[in-house]
């Protein structure tokens, strides 16, 4: 499979814990994005890199929240003190622009349940 | 402020009959947009982007700049259709903007 992936696929932890997801984007893809998705809504963004660089965070990332990119390849979202707010789906999208525009394709997401 | 708005959360057909997903969305740019899908226990996936103005599995959209909508469209839904469909703005930059999504249910 070339698709995008991502570990863990299912996060049950204590509130107050810290936790950290991966994400693998398609190798040739530059841009990777993470995006958080609650019941009944849609995905909302959370942060964007094009290769290493960290261009843009929502406000929805508190300072609890951090995510890289090293060496421009997979990324890292922490979230430390965890709190039973942050129960959601994490997905990770990667793209890259092309003349026809940009289509970014998703992971199967982790989902992270706080108790 | 960017948005997209699909008004119905829950949309049931039976096989055979028409379909259409609303969605409109708020940009003062000149907008790209998508549908994705997600069928049970599948990943997000890209179904069709306006500038491409395809086909695919029967499903059209097309956009109309003055009613700022994007419905989606098929014509004689089938039993595989039934998902989660989710319209989504990349308005200039690079996130995409999603609805909340309808999930469309066909009926034998």
């Known amino acids: 499979d070339t698709g995008v992936s991502q570990d863990p696929r299912h996060k049950i932890t204590k509130r107050g814990q810290n936790v950290t997801f991966r994400c693998d984007p398609i190798?040739?893809?530059?841009?990777l994005y993470w995006y958080r998705q609650t019941l009944g809504q849609g995905p909302e963004f959370l942060t964007y890199f094009q290769n290493e660089a960290q261009l843009e965070k929502s406000r929805l990332l508190s300072d609890r929240f951090s995510a890289e990119r090293p060496k421009g390849s997979f990324s890292t979202l922490e979230i430390q003190r965890t709190e039973q707010g942050d129960s959601a789906m994490y997905l990770c999208?990667?793209?890259?622009?092309?003349?026809?525009?940009?289509?970014?394709?998703f992971g199967p997401g982790t989902r992270l349940l706080v108790l | 402020a960017q948005r997209v708005t699909q008004p119905e959360k829950l949309l049931s057909v039976f096989k055979g009959a028409p379909v259409e997903l609303k969605c409109n969305y708020s940009y003062s740019g000149s907008p790209e947009l998508f549908w994705y899908v997600q069928y049970s226990r599948q990943r997000l996936q890209l179904l069709l982007r306006h500038i491409s103005r395809e086909s695919i599995k029967g499903f059209t959209a097309d956009l109309n700049k003055g009613e700022t909508s994007f419905h989606l469209k098929k014509p004689f839904a089938q039993e595989e259709d039934s998902a989660m469909y989710y319209c989504?703005?990349?308005?200039?930059?690079?996130?995409?903007?999603f609805g909340q999504g309808t999930r469309l249910t066909i009926n034998p």
């Open positions: 989504a703005l990349l308005p200039g930059a690079q996130k995409l903007v």
């Open positions: 999208a990667s793209s890259t622009r092309t003349s026809e525009g940009e289509t970014q394709y």
């Open positions: 190798s040739e893809h530059n841009r």
